[in-house]
């Protein structure tokens, strides 16, 4: 009669998603996890035909720790905002899962690979009837709005991974507040500035207070 495996799959999954955690992508290895595990590699390759398969089964469960994020920031009393901060956050205190989920190009799936995109949208959709909701936006301007503000949650996400800025959870709800209201008043006040139909030149000029020169 075989033996039964030590681990079910899993708890192979969750260790393999710790090492990640813990030091990184590239150390998801079959002797890595053996060696957490405290076994060979045999019982890893009871569940699991290959280590791409078993790295797949990792992305679900990062992706479903950082969609915990998002769903905590949804219940915040303003949810675009609670989740642009909630982004940035699991950032900063999940880095190398942010890195594995949005900077990491080597899960063997090819949609899994393309998870980053796929997810920012998602991320945009979920807020933009809170956006519509609390600015009186219509839904064009919604798009754009959220599209804005997540290019700058990313932004920011990624120089906190990439060692490149440590900003604040104030700084942060600062950056927001700053942005959401002068996209709010340009999209209130400039026609066709969302259409991409207003004249920039003038616009400008008028905004300066001087003819621009060119």
Not at 72 to 83: A, N, R, T
Not at 122 to 139: A, L
Request: hydrophobic content about 40%; overall charge negative; charged content about 30%.
């Amino acid at each position: 009669m075989p033996r039964k495996p030590k681990y079910t799959k899993e708890e192979i999954a969750e260790f393999g998603l710790e090492i990640i955690r813990k030091q990184g992508a590239q150390n998801l290895t079959a002797r890595e996890l053996a060696k957490e595990l405290g076994t060979t590699v045999a019982p890893i390759f009871v569940h699991y035909s290959s280590m791409d398969e078993l790295q797949q089964e990792v992305h679900v469960l990062a992706r479903n720790r950082f969609r915990e994020y998002i769903r905590k920031g949804m219940d915040e009393k303003i949810p675009f905002l609670g989740v642009g901060m909630r982004y940035v956050r699991f950032a900063r205190e999940e880095s190398e899962l942010y890195r594995f989920l949005f900077l990491s190009d080597n899960v063997a799936d090819a949609k899994a690979s393309h998870y980053g995109m796929d997810e920012f949208n998602r991320s945009q959709e979920m807020v933009r009837e809170c956006v519509k909701d609390f600015y009186r936006m219509d839904d064009l301007q919604a798009e754009h709005f959220s599209r804005n503000m997540w290019l700058v949650a990313h932004s920011m996400a990624t120089l906190i991974v990439a060692g490149g800025g440590s900003f604040t959870e104030e700084e942060v709800g600062a950056t927001y507040v700053e942005l959401g209201f002068s996209l709010c008043k340009a999209y209130k006040e400039v026609p066709g500035l969302v259409e991409g139909t207003f004249d920039k030149d003038a616009m400008f000029g008028k905004l300066l207070n001087r003819k621009l020169p060119y």
